[in-house]
Antibody
Framework: QVQLVQSGAEVKKPGASVRVSCKAS????????VHWVRQAPGQRLEWLGW????????KVSQKFRGRVTITSDTSATTSYMELSSLRSEDTAVYYC????????????????????WGQGTLVTVSS | EIVLTQSPGTLSLSPGERATLSCRAS???????LAWYQQKPGQAPRLLIY???SRATGIPDRFSGSGSGTDFTLTISRLEPEDFAVYYC?????????FGQGTKLEIK
């Protein structure tokens, strides 16, 4: 079955960077975009960006441009999200999620909604 | 950026009752690209509805979505014990893709 398994919890100091991985299985990795979403305590879910593993194209929310880098390794069927210049407000659970693409004329068309999700990775930023 | 406002914040109902959750957008959602997710404590969200009214794979038919433009509704026709959770709407018609603040569905 389709599964996304993320790396474990991280504790970082302000100003540091963190990299979270997302290992995909059960489907053809290059056919679906991978998105990253975070959920901070008491805040609504927030979309960070996505990557097309086939082309390497990425799109990052303007709010996080310059701080978020999304990459993928097709041989490892893994996507990575790196967040730099960490501050306390970045404390959150970070999720990866596969795009809920549809197949049109044999091509996968990305919808930009998310199904399924990884289990989440807690990133704590504290001095 | 499209802001989504969900109501009510908390809905208290009993198993077997009908639940109606609302999601209102600050601007028209392009092509009715509106999704609903369910999240239980300690778990990741799960996609229920996309395209405003299409059920995701494996979702029971007691869940239905409706609406267009700026006003959308998730209806659970007859609540089962496992349906008590937090529900989020998400628009994916324009970037950045945004979420509502959630509606908590609790047992009365």
């Amino acid at each position: 079955q389709v599964q996304l398994v993320q790396s474990g919890a991280e504790v970082k100091k302000p100003g540091a960077s963190v990299r979270v991985s997302c290992k995909a299985s059960g489907y053809t990795f290059i056919n679906y975009a991978v998105h990253w979403v975070r959920q901070a305590p008491g805040q609504r879910l927030e979309w960070l960006g996505w990557i097309n593993p086939d082309t390497g194209d990425t799109k990052v929310s303007q709010k996080f441009r310059g701080r978020v880098t999304i990459t993928s390794d097709t041989s490892a069927t893994t996507s990575y999200m790196e967040l730099s210049s960490l501050r306390s407000e970045d404390t959150a659970v970070y999720y990866c999620a596969r795009d809920r693409a549809v197949i049109v004329g044999g091509l996968h068309v990305f919808l930009n909604c998310f199904d399924p999700w990884g289990q989440g990775t807690l990133v704590t930023v504290s001095s | 950026e499209i802001v989504l406002t969900q109501s009510p914040g908390t809905l208290s109902l009993s198993p077997g009752e009908r639940a109606t959750l609302s999601c209102r957008a600050s601007h028209t959602v392009n092509s009715n690209y509106l999704a609903w997710y369910q999240q239980k404590p300690g778990q990741a969200p799960r996609l229920l509805i996309y395209g405003a009214s299409s059920r995701a794979t494996g979702i029971p038919d007691r869940f239905s979505g409706s609406g267009s433009g700026t006003d959308f509704t998730l209806t659970i026709s007859r609540l089962e014990p496992e349906d008590f959770a937090v529900y989020y709407c998400q628009q994916y018609g324009s970037s950045p893709y945004t979420f509502g603040q959630g509606t908590k569905l609790e047992i009365k």
